[in-house]
């Protein structure tokens, strides 16, 4: 079972333009995460925001985080071609174990 | 820097045959996960090990697949037999913390079709 919805499934935009992406969740969770996937390739850790964290920021990454409407967004700024790869939200509800998101796929035109 | 090992990268079989699939984990690292990954979904997490101890094998179609982390360190998938829905990419990953919610390093996967 997939506790992580996220919005929207695809997202096509120009090179230099900002991309958010939103995740919802059914439970409470200890920490949220998100995670890139290029093509046929593994995952790769971006950044993790803790339940009593609100925002954070890692390089041209931010993320939110608002518990009470159980979801989350990742907002990747001035976006690059090589932005382009699907997003990955990770919820950790039972504690060291990860239940990911559908994902949003991210196509970065230059 | 260190990441998680994994292979074959692709395995093609036929269905009713026998497949494996080996991690190896960042050294040094406790906590070892396999996960199968549908086109076009997320990873779901089909078995947990910390060091040789499975902690959560729930999501795991124990009557055809089977996992096993005899040293604490490498690791072994395997399903028999194979079915045609099992085609699907096998992610590996592992993690240092065993506290909750740790990060995760995944491998490349290993992208399996069954004929």
């Known amino acids: 079972s997939q506790q992580g919805e996220e919005d929207p499934q695809a997202l096509s935009i120009q090179e230099g333009e900002n991309a958010t992406m939103n995740c919802s969740y059914k439970t409470s969770i200890n920490n949220l995460q998100w995670y890139r996937q290029n093509s046929g390739r593994g995952l790769v850790h971006l950044i993790l925001i803790r339940s009593n964290e609100r925002e954070k920021h890692s390089g041209r990454l931010r993320v939110t985080l608002d518990t009470s409407k159980k979801s989350s967004s990742l907002l990747i700024t001035a976006s690059r071609a090589a932005d382009t790869a699907s997003y990955f939200c990770a919820t950790d509800p039972l504690g060291g174990k990860l239940i990911f998101g559908q994902g949003t796929e991210l196509s970065v035109k230059p | 820097e260190a990441e998680v090992a994994q292979s074959p990268r692709y395995k093609i079989t036929e269905k009713s045959q026998a497949v494996a699939f080996w991690c190896d984990p960042i050294s040094g690292h406790a906590t070892l996960y396999w996960y199968r990954q549908i086109l076009g979904q997320g990873p779901e997490l089909l078995v947990q090990f910390q060091d040789e101890s499975v902690v959560d094998d729930s999501q795991l179609p124990k009557d055809r697949f089977s996992a096993e982390r005899l040293k604490g360190v490498d690791s072994t998938l395997k399903i028999q037999p194979a079915e045609l829905g099992d085609s699907a990419m096998y992610l590996c990953?592992?993690?240092?913390?065993?506290?909750?919610?740790?990060?995760?390093?995944f491998g490349p996967g290993t992208r399996l079709l069954v004929l």
């Open positions: 990953a592992s993690s240092l913390t065993r506290s909750t919610g740790g990060t995760q390093y």
